[in-house]
C-alpha cells in the first residue's frame, strides 16, 4: 500500500507528460537522421555544360533525361563561366566537352561536400561511357587534406548550436525557466550574447589554428559562430519563455532532429530527401554550415542570405524573451527580486 502511495507521489501527470515527450523526441530522432541520410540520391544538382552549338543542347538534353534527373543542367557560355559560377555557389560542377576529342573536362568542388563531387564524377563518367569518351576530374574548390569528406565545418556549427542551445538550459535549470521581469530576460540574453562571443572565437581558434582542419579568415568564422550561438540559444530561451521546461525538448526537436540531418553536413542539400532539402537552409545548422564552406572554400560568396537567416533566429529568439518577459511582469504587477520567477510585488 505504502508503495503504490509512492509511485501515485512520484508519477504525476506532468511527469508522465515529460516521459512521454522523451519517447517522441527519441522515435523522431530515429525517424529524422534515418529519413534524411539511408539512401542519399542526387535530385536536380544544378550543373553546367560547355559546349560549341548542338554538341551543348544535346549533352543538355541527354544530362536532363537521365533516370531520376539528377542533374538540372544548364548551358555555360565557356570554362571561365563555369569555374566562376562554381565559386559563386550557383552550379555544384559542370562538363567541359572537347570538341576535337574523345576526352572531356568536369569541374567539381569537393569543398562543397566530398560526397556530392563523388557523386558528380561517378555519374559523368558513365554518361561519356556510353558515348565511348573519358572525364577528367578538375576539383575547382577542393576540401582540405585535414577536412576529412568535407566535414569539419558542419562539425564546427554542430558544436556551436550545442554550445547555444545547452547555455540557454542551463541559465533556466539555474533561474527557472522563465524570466520574471524585462531585466531578468536583459541578464539572460547579455550572458548569452557574451557566451557567443566567446564560444564562436574558442571554435574558430580550434579548427583553424589549432588543428588545421578548415581553412579561412578566423575573424569571419569567430563572427559566424557567434551569430549561430546567439541565435540557437536566444530561441531557446524563447522557447522557454513559452513553454516553460519544455521549451528544451522544442529546441532539441528543431535544431537536433530537425536541424542536423537537413544541414548538408554527411550529404550536401542536392542529395537529400526533398523534405530535408527543403527545410536546411532555413535552419542554423544548415544556414552555418553553408557560410562555414564559403567561407573555406569560395572566397566568402553567397552568405547574405544564409547571414539573414540566422540574425532573423536571432531577432525572433531576443523579441519573443523580452516581450514574454514584459508581458509576465504588467500581468502579475511585480518585480522578481529573488529570481524564482514568482517575483515580490510592488503594487
Known sequence: MRFADEFKSAV?????????????????????????????????VAFGVVAPGEAAEQTVRRLRELPGEPLDP???????????????????????????????????????????????????????????????SVDVAPASGQDFNGLSSFYLVVGWCVGGYLCASILAISAGSRAANVPRAVIRLGTMALYSVIGGLGGAVIIGPILGALPGS?????????????????????????????????????????????????????????????????????????????????????????????????????????????RRTTRSGSIDLSGTGYGKSVA
Do not use: C
Open 74 to 136: 544548364r548551358r555555360v557560355k565557356d570554362e571561365a563561366t563555369a569555374r566562376h559560377k562554381i565559386m559563386s555557389r550557383e552550379i555544384d560542377g559542370a562538363l567541359v566537352v572537347d570538341p576535337r576529342g574523345a576526352t572531356d573536362t568536369l569541374l567539381v568542388a569537393s569543398g562543397a561536400g566530398t560526397a556530392l563531387s563523388r557523386t558528380l564524377t561517378t555519374l559523368v563518367t558513365e554518361v561519356d561511357a556510353d558515348q565511348k569518351r573519358t572525364v577528367k
Open 218 to 326: 578566423v575573424l569571419g568564422l569567430w563572427g559566424l559562430g557567434a551569430l549561430v550561438i546567439f541565435g540557437v540559444g536566444a530561441i531557446t530561451l524563447a522557447l522557454q519563455a513559452l513553454t516553460g521546461i519544455m521549451g528544451i525538448g522544442l529546441a532539441v526537436l528543431l535544431i537536433v532532429i530537425g536541424g542536423n540531418p537537413s544541414a548538408g553536413g554527411a550529404f550536401p542539400l542536392p542529395m537529400l530527401p526533398p523534405f530535408w532539402k527543403a527545410i536546411g537552409p532555413w535552419l542554423p545548422p544548415g544556414a552555418g554550415t553553408w557560410v562555414a564552406r564559403s567561407l573555406a572554400y569560395f572566397e566568402g560568396n553567397a552568405i547574405t542570405w544564409p547571414l539573414l537567416v540566422l540574425a532573423g533566429w536571432a531577432l525572433l529568439g531576443a523579441v519573443v524573451t523580452l516581450a514574454l518577459s514584459a
Open 12 to 44: 504525476t501527470p506532468r511527469a508522465a507528460l515529460l516521459v512521454i515527450g522523451v519517447l517522441a523526441l527519441q522515435l523522431l530522432f530515429i525517424a529524422s537522421y534515418v529519413g534524411a541520410l539511408h539512401d542519399p540520391r542526387p535530385k536536380d
